[in-house]
């Protein structure tokens, strides 16, 4: 076993990556050895950009919009054809109401904050917008 893939199996037993990522990590490694490496990763499973980037947006889909999604995904290296098939816009304003919901007693009469914080998470303007006036409309209880 190459030490090139034994450094991505450590890696990965602490963190999904995705394959661009990994490969920056083993950038000290003859080009060779890497490509082996990553061909080997992917024949075993280890290795999956739609995986990393389907796990990664289920954790953070709560708390981050679309845009920031796509932002963090392209920033690591997951191609621009599997950020489009996972990162979705279905449910943007659904999502915008509950995450600013939960923080309403904090930008509850503040629209600008309110907008802002919203937009900050990856959200778009006219999302976070409809987002506040729902919530200005019939505020959450508690």
Not at 2 to 14: C, D, H, I, N, S
Not at 85 to 99: M, N
Not at 113 to 134: H, I, K, T
Request: charged share 35%.
């Amino acid at each position: 076993m190459g030490e090139a893939l034994k450094r991505a199996l450590a890696l990965l037993a602490r963190r999904a990556y995705a394959e661009a990522e990994l490969r920056r990590k083993l950038a000290g490694f003859p080009a060779d050895e890497i490509e082996t490496a990553l061909d080997r990763l992917k024949a075993w499973g280890y290795l999956d950009d739609r995986a990393f980037a389907e796990a990664f947006v289920r954790v953070r889909r709560g708390r981050w919009g679309p845009k920031k999604l796509r932002r963090a995904l392209l920033g690591r290296g997951v191609p621009p054809s599997v950020v489009d098939a996972v990162v979705t816009e279905d449910d943007e304003l659904e999502r915008a109401v509950a995450l600013l919901a939960r923080r309403w007693r904090r930008y509850g009469g503040a629209k600008a904050r309110a907008v802002r914080f919203l937009v900050g998470r990856g959200f778009s303007l006219e999302a976070a917008l409809r987002a506040f006036e729902r919530l200005q409309s019939a505020p959450p209880e508690g």
